[in-house]
């Protein structure tokens, strides 16, 4: 048996979201020998990393059917934290209630606003009333909290083993194809070597108010055969002249494409933030 002085504490991963949440799903796949930490919001995300409760963060940052998480895109540049990872997780919705419920008993479904919008087919099909809640993991609680054989959730799996409920339907996602990418958050900024596989390249840029700046600033990009694959803009500090742009990019900052396209860009930006330089997840490879 361990002897307490001789345990090392397990490391921890924050994830926003209640236990059962994907997000604790894509933690458990990736990082089985840590600690998955639940937190309410985003901000108590970002606020475990800053004060070292978590050593990691896993954060979606776009599904494919709702696109971006738009407050990950605010926080994540004065954050002082690093994108070191990437993961895919392919979405999915199971219908469940209580274990004495049965598809003829409830009436109910509650679930996070996009879960229900993505669950259209079998709640119309169904005849149910949609609930909302604050997340889909917290609706199977609320579910499994309530023991009323008329109330269901739609919740990914995990959470129907988390709150003892019983699986009524399973895949009820009106879409296959529905897919969210987490990024793994560290205060380190830790780059992925050169040379040893797909690399992206994340990074933040203001450009200079004067005219075609944004054609000028992404014209190295093309002309070095860089591939662009997220290019997002959004206002910062409320001023509509402040505009900031989070962009990706296939390759590494030491490959001389790269590095001279981002040297180019130095011309036609008050700043650059480079905020992460990791492995390209295989996802992208088979679904590019």
Known sequence: MCRAHYCEPM??????????????????QHYPDWESVPCASFEDVFAA?????????????????????????????????HIIGEHYLRIQFMLMASPDASLETIKTVHSHVHALGQCRKVIRELGLTPIISGDTAGAAREVAEAADPTQAAISPPLA???????????????????TTRF?????DFV?????????????????????????????????????????ESYMVGGEFVATQFLAEVDGHPDDPPLARALEELQFFTTEVKVLGVYPADPFRADHG
Do not use: W
């Open 11 to 28: 490391p921890r991963i924050a994830y926003q979201g209640e236990p059962g949440a994907n997000s604790e799903i894509v933690c458990k």
């Open 183 to 187: 990024v793994v958050l560290s205060r």
């Open 191 to 231: 780059r992925a070597p050169a040379g040893n596989g797909p690399v992206v390249t994340t990074f933040v840029f203001n450009v200079r108010n004067i005219p075609a700046a944004l054609y000028k600033a992404l014209g190295g990009f093309a002309t070095n055969g860089i591939n662009m694959t997220k290019l």
């Open 49 to 81: 990393m800053t004060t070292g409760s978590a050593e990691l963060a896993m954060i979606p940052i776009d599904n494919s059917i709702a696109g971006r998480v738009a407050d990950i895109h605010h926080f994540l540049p004065g954050s002082g934290l």
């Open 160 to 178: 129907a083993e988390t709150y003892g409920l019983r699986i009524l339907r399973e895949d009820v996602e009106d879409e296959d194809h529905n």
